[in-house]
């Protein structure tokens, strides 16, 4: 059983920065995968980023690489997403997830357990 708690996140403005903590319970955080998804009002919940877990291989959604960086501190038991250049359409609730998969983590369907969500706005 993982426990996920997301933190940060808020208001900013168009091209600016954000960056989003997720913290995980338990001594097995390196056994899980970590992912981000979001969901922004009256849409379906889209893939951001993913980490493999031990932090070598990262994904991304086109829709924010080059100017969101997912990382992951296993000491930490604690997975981040740092966003840059934001844009109004980056406003959603912005969740954390895990999955014990090694394949496929850039799919919601392979994710266990999921973070409560965090709300990232951006202004124009």
């Known amino acids: 059983q993982v426990q996920l708690v997301e933190s940060g996140g808020g208001l900013a403005q168009a091209g600016g920065s954000l960056s989003v903590s997720c913290a995980a319970s338990?001594?097995?955080?390196?056994?899980?995968?970590m992912g981000w998804f979001r969901q922004a009002p009256g849409k379906e919940r889209e893939f951001v980023a993913a980490?493999?877990?031990?932090?070598?291989?990262?994904y991304y959604a086109d829709s924010v690489k080059g100017r969101f960086t997912i990382s992951r501190d296993n000491a930490k038991n604690t997975v981040y997403l740092r966003m840059s250049n934001l844009k109004p359409e980056d406003t959603a609730v912005y969740y954390c997830?895990?999955?014990?998969?090694?394949?496929?983590?850039?799919?919601?369907?392979?994710?266990?357990?999921w973070g409560q969500g965090t709300q990232v706005t951006v202004s124009s």
């Open positions: 997830a895990a999955t014990i998969k090694i394949v496929a983590i850039t799919t919601d369907s392979s994710y266990n357990y």
């Open positions: 338990g001594r097995t955080f390196s056994r899980y995968a």
């Open positions: 980490i493999t877990r031990s932090g070598g291989s990262t």
